[in-house]
């Protein structure tokens, strides 16, 4: 281990939608976590590995903490609490583009009971959408909001201070030898990663309720007898109702097929193979609500 390599844990919180996740995938390099403008995407802590020569940054991305309407909703907000015990240094993203509200300020308050132990750092997101102006006018608000050890702004579309941004964060790490194998990204099953790529590929050009209703477990993935370039996935997409399944599959099933095809190119950059994607929707009735159904969806 070289003098002074760092190693630690770092996680990012914010309300639904304040660009965590793209946040995770722009300081990895890579596409770890999902993203789509459909809030609450993230639905579990997710590791994401920043390997630089000085340390090993590992970034916990967490759902989006907000005031939770069924079971689903209130086991994400315990998966972003218990990490906060178990990171070295917490990012707290507040959109550039939107007014602190009443959920910012609630999650300032449950942070304010770590944030004695555990540094807090503001980082104002997505600054490419708005002007120097608003850009400092939320850092003002945002130093209203509780006690941050720093404040930094960045935008992950334009790479604004993102490198800055994994320099904040390895300052607050221990000194320790790295923790993860070189050019290990993410310590996510592959078959968790390709049913996420499924998943996002589905909230893409739905509305309301209905991205919240959609799960996708992988059934079986491996290659095809006799072939080392040809991956079969099985995946099962759940809804919560039947007509729910209906607009999902679309007019002939015509929607479901654009899910399948985005998906598949996503999954086949994913595992460097080509693949056939066998998917089907299913219902599970109200699974969000029922804790049966929750854990055999993974929750
Ligand atoms: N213009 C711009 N858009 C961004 C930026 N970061 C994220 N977004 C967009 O904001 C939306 C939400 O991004 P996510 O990264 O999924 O947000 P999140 O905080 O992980 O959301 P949840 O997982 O639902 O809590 C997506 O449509 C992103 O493309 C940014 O720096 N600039
Ligand atoms: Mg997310």
Not at 2 to 7: I, T, V
Not at 158 to 172: H, R
Not at 198 to 217: F, K, N, Q, T, W
Not at 248 to 269: C, D, F, N, P, S
Request: one cysteine or more; glycine letters at 8%.
């Amino acid at each position: 281990m070289p003098d002074g390599h760092r190693s630690g844990f770092a996680c990012f919180v914010g309300r639904p939608n304040a660009g965590k996740s793209t946040l995770t995938n722009a300081l990895v390099g890579t596409k770890v976590a999902i993203t789509s403008s459909k809030p609450q995407t993230t639905r579990h802590a997710i590791r994401g590995i920043v390997h630089r020569p000085d340390a090993q940054l590992i970034i916990v991305d967490t759902p989006g903490l907000h005031r939770p309407r069924t079971l689903l909703g209130q086991r994400l907000n315990d998966v972003v609490m218990s990490t906060w015990s178990e990171v070295d240094v917490i990012g707290f993203c507040l959109p550039a583009d939107q007014k602190i509200g009443p959920g910012d300020r609630f999650i300032a308050q449950q942070l304010s009971k770590v944030s004695k132990r555990t540094p807090v750092i503001g980082v104002v997101t997505k600054t490419d959408l708005v002007g120097q102006a608003q850009v400092a006018e939320q850092l003002v608000a945002a130093q209203e909001l509780m006690d941050f050890a720093e404040f930094i702004p960045v935008s992950a579309v334009n790479g604004y201070q993102v490198e800055q941004l994994s320099d904040l964060l390895v300052t607050q790490l221990p000194d320790g030898p790295p923790l993860y194998p070189e050019g290990e990204l993410t310590d996510e099953p592959e078959v968790t990663l390709v049913a996420e790529l499924v998943r996002e590929a589905a909230l893409e050009g739905v509305r309301d309720e209905l991205p919240h209703s959609i799960a996708v477990v992988v059934e079986e993935m491996a290659f095809r007898e006799g072939r080392d370039d040809l991956i079969d996935v099985h995946a099962e997409l759940y809804v919560e109702r039947p007509s729910q399944k209906g607009i999902i599959l679309g007019h002939k099933g015509e929607r479901l097929k654009k899910v399948g095809t985005a998906a598949r190119a996503q999954i086949e950059a994913l595992l460097g193979a080509k693949v056939y994607l066998d998917l089907h929707v299913k219902v599970a009735k109200d699974w969000q609500r029922d804790p049966k159904q929750l854990r055999r969806l993974g929750f």
